[in-house]
């Protein structure tokens, strides 16, 4: 006989001879959770796709000043004064930057899931990157060319009491963010929901069966 087990004892551990198996240890990831290096390919598309939006950045620049509301000035001869101190216009043309670096973000990241569905890492980050570029590229553009010359000069030009347009300004640095924000997020939920799966985990093998020991013969019986 062997002395009982108290509390703190430990159960014996079970061998192959006691009727018990290990089971086998679990098969390795397979497909895309396995962890892979980045390949050639997959950078050099994600700057073709960063280069590709950044150039969209002369839409945006272009439909920003079509669009965006000018802020009018007015002189009386001797200061400029803007002529509707309590209108809008002033970060309207913030607004119209963000709303459409957000549009076109959102288009961007459509058209680069439909050219290619499976994602990665590379790819999201050539679209925020492009996203970015696109809109310091328009950002400038916008401003060049909605730049009026100098105050003082057209205040002059045009004389007291006449209403004259201030050149375009993007005072919100924080808008060039709006589309590569759309972007990453519109990409991202695109390939959560029509994206390829992961496969489906492949199950343990079943354990062998202990063998049932021969039921010894009976005495008497031959």
């Not at 050219?115 to 890492?121: D, E, K, L, N, P």
């Not at 916008?142 to 004389?159: P, S, T």
């Not at 347009?165 to 589309?179: F, M, V, Y």
């Not at 991202?188 to 489906?200: H, M, N, S």
């Amino acid at each position: 006989m062997t002395a009982p087990l108290t509390p703190h004892d430990p159960p014996p551990a079970r061998t192959a001879a006691d009727g018990c198996h290990r089971l086998p240890a679990p098969p390795p990831p397979e497909g895309p959770a396995r962890n892979r290096s980045v390949t050639t390919r997959e950078l050099v598309e994600a700057a073709l796709v960063a280069l590709a939006v950044g150039l969209l950045g002369i839409a945006l620049g272009l439909l920003w000043l079509w669009l965006a509301p000018r802020v009018e000035l007015v002189s009386d001869g001797r200061a400029v004064y803007m002529k509707n101190s309590e209108a809008e216009d002033a970060i309207g043309a913030d607004g119209r930057f963000v709303l459409l670096g957000l549009a076109l973000g959102a288009l961007s990241a459509v058209a680069v899931f439909l050219f290619r569905r499976q994602g990665g890492i590379p790819l999201v980050l050539g679209l925020a990157v492009g996203g970015l570029l696109a809109s310091v590229v328009a950002w400038r553009l916008g401003v060049h060319l909605g730049h009026e010359g100098d105050i003082l000069r057209r205040a002059r030009e045009v004389g007291p009491g006449v209403a004259f347009d201030k050149s375009l300004e993007l005072r919100a640095k924080g808008a060039l963010l709006a589309w590569p924000a759309a972007a990453m997020a519109v990409h991202l939920a695109l390939t959560g929901l029509f994206g390829p799966r992961d496969p489906e985990p492949q199950p343990y093998p079943e354990p062998p069966r202990p063998a049932q020991p021969a039921a010894p013969d009976g005495p008497g019986l031959h």
